[in-house]
């Protein structure tokens, strides 16, 4: 079975760009989450989403959106680029979605973003 | 909202046994999970406590204490290739998903 994929896994952009990352889940697994991960915050909830719907969604300000597809693959989109968005982002699936998580989720590698 | 410490660096002797702790705050509970990840790897699920006490999976423990908000990450017979950073990481319910600690590096000595 194919663990989580992640593209792309490194990436450059300049401030005030955008980028989108994809995400693809587990076959099978229904629900998506985003995170990012700094060496100075570690890992932080971006948003989760559970068949198409977003579910929960973290303390992030606007300029971080995502959507799920109706085949579960998510994206998630960073607008109006700065420089602390520099960070490793980690999506991860299971076949649950929010309370009912056992808090086993399958991360995939991540992609990186560096913002110059 | 939620909050969870634990230490930042942690350092014990190959095979030996090291215990990293984690002390949560949240505003509710459902359980306690344990990460590890290696340098530029994925994070990786070792365990969940959602009730007190132990639980065992080969050479890795898990302790969970609800009343003192507490618990802990029990690696056995260290193995070099347990250096890795371990995370705690709690799911607390309402929206803010499943939050984790800010990671405890563990080194192992020869």
């Known amino acids: 079975k194919a663990g989580v994929t992640q593209t792309p896994r490194y990436l450059i952009k300049t401030r005030g760009q955008q980028v989108t990352l994809s995400c693809s889940p587990i076959?099978?697994?229904?629900?998506v989450s985003w995170y990012q991960q700094t060496p100075g915050q570690g890992l932080q909830f971006l948003f989760e989403?559970?068949?198409?719907?977003?579910?929960n969604k973290g303390n992030f300000p606007g300029r971080f959106s995502g959507r799920q597809f109706s085949n579960s693959r998510s994206e998630m989109n960073v607008s109006t680029l700065e420089l602390g968005d520099s960070a490793l982002y980690l999506c991860?699936?299971?076949?649950?979605?929010?309370?009912?998580?056992?808090?086993?989720?399958?991360f995939g590698e991540g992609s990186r973003l560096t913002v110059l | 909202g939620q909050s969870l410490e634990q230490p930042s660096e942690v350092t014990a002797v190959e095979g030996a046994i090291v215990q990293i702790n984690c002390t949560y705050q949240?505003?509710?509970?459902?359980?306690l999970s344990w990460y590890q990840q290696h340098d530029g790897g994925a994070p990786t699920f070792l365990s969940y406590?959602?009730?007190?006490g132990l639980e065992e999976t080969g050479r890795f423990s898990s302790f969970l204490s609800r009343s003192d908000s507490y618990g802990y990450l029990l690696l056995q017979e260290l193995q070099m290739k347990d250096s890795a950073s371990y995370f705690c990481?709690?799911?607390?319910?309402?929206?803010?998903?499943?939050?984790f600690g800010k990671g405890t590096h563990l080194i192992i000595q020869p």
């Open positions: 990481a709690v799911m607390g319910g309402g929206a803010d998903g499943l939050t």
């Open positions: 076959s099978g697994h229904r629900s």
């Open positions: 991860a699936s299971t076949p649950w979605g929010g309370n009912a998580n056992t808090g086993e989720l399958f």
């Open positions: 989403y559970f068949s198409e719907t977003q579910r």
């Open positions: 406590n959602a009730l007190d």
């Open positions: 949240t505003s509710g509970f459902y359980g």
